[in-house]
């Protein structure tokens, strides 16, 4: 059974920083690109990031490009989402998820975490 667990989540104040960390079991975690979405209160869920399963294709969202950093550690079945600069707006749940190839499209992604809550107060 494939799970995706998401942590680091948390309350913060504009301009902080936050690290998430999502832990994958279940499959093989190196065969896997790994992404990172989220969600605000009323809005879509949109992609912030994702990573290819050797980590040499990166590629980010342009609301969070130059602020977040999307790394992984395969020997830990890992993917983290570094944020920096937190802005209000990067207030939403944040998922992390598990595909066979790299891209920004919710669909090509086979599993999904719960989500995390990150919340920025200005």
């Known amino acids: 059974q494939v799970q995706l667990v998401e942590s680091g989540g948390g309350l913060v104040q504009a301009g902080d920083s936050l690290r998430l960390s999502c832990a994958a079991s279940?499959?093989?975690?190196?065969?896997?690109?790994m992404a990172w979405f989220r969600q605000a209160p009323g809005k879509e869920r949109e992609f912030v990031a994702h990573i290819s399963w050797i980590g040499g294709n990166i590629y980010y969202a342009d609301s969070v490009k130059g602020r977040f950093t999307i790394s992984r550690d395969n020997g830990k079945n890992t993917v983290f989402l570094q944020m920096s600069s937190l802005k209000p707006e990067d207030t939403a749940v944040y998922y992390c998820a598990a595909g066979t190839r790299s891209t920004t499209r919710q669909s090509a992604y086979n599993y999904w975490g719960q989500g995390t809550q990150v919340t920025v107060s200005s």
């Open positions: 279940g499959l093989t975690f190196s065969g896997y690109a």
